[in-house]
């Protein structure tokens, strides 16, 4: 385990995504207390996330100042959510002076499917007739990225996906039943409940794969929009 990425066993974290309509908040003290909201609805990320925050500090009974470390979903998503959550980082980065790292919204969703083996694709509505994609694989529950985070059209979509693939994502609301047709329905959909990130896993991404996180600074704390 690199120094770097110390053992969670004794990290206290704050994680958030806000790329979706649902608010996730998460906070870990070690590996035995840990706090996790998701708040689905109407997006009101703004009015919510620092109560979230603070109540999740009071319950673990820790300090912000107590805080090893910030993880921060950097989208692709809504660019209003992402925009909120990242004022949110820069002002808790500024503040605190922690060690601050950004993770892949859609490497939380697949992370979120409790897949232990087969293929995942993570398709996220990106409007404008647009998907945010990427894709993994499982074995074993040791999971690969296959294809990294795409905007992709939905013909471009469907020659990424095999028979067999499983899919979650809030964009199988709009193109669902079309992948369904195209693959005469030999593909496997996820429960709504799995289709949005959990800040909760960017505990997972913290002490399992370190390399799918990235430093941040405040030059680099900019939403993964993938298009201009």
Not at 20 to 33: E, H, K, P, Y
Not at 61 to 82: E, V
Not at 198 to 224: C, I, Q, V
Request: glycine letters at 8%; hydrophobic letters at 40%; one cysteine or more.
């Amino acid at each position: 385990m690199s120094s770097h990425y110390p053992n969670l066993n004794d990290r206290k974290i704050l994680a958030v995504d806000t790329s979706s309509n649902v608010l996730s908040v998460a906070l870990c003290s070690g590996t035995d207390a840990i706090f996790e909201v998701n708040l689905d609805g109407e997006p009101r990320h703004s009015e919510f996330l620092i109560d979230l925050i603070q109540e999740g500090l009071k319950r673990l009974k820790i300090k912000k100042q107590d805080l090893d470390c910030l993880i921060w979903g950097l989208g692709p998503g809504s660019f209003t959510g992402l925009r909120i959550g990242l004022s949110a980082l820069k002002g808790f980065h500024l503040g605190l002076k922690k060690k601050s790292f950004g993770g892949s919204s859609l490497d939380l969703i697949a992370l979120g499917a409790g897949m232990m083996d087969g293929e995942l694709a993570v398709c996220v509505n990106a409007r404008r007739e647009r998907i945010y994609t990427a894709v993994y694989q499982f074995k074993h529950g040791v999971v690969k990225k296959v294809l990294r985070d795409s905007l992709l059209s939905f013909d471009e979509l469907i020659t990424k996906l095999n028979p067999g693939t499983v899919l979650t994502g809030d964009a199988l609301k709009v193109y669902g039943d079309q992948i369904q047709s195209e693959f005469a329905k030999e593909i496997l959909f996820l429960d709504p409940r799995f289709w949005y990130p959990r800040a909760l896993f960017s505990f997972h991404l913290y002490e399992s794969k370190r390399d799918w996180l990235k430093p941040l600074s405040l030059k680099t704390m900019t939403p993964e929009y993938l298009r201009k």
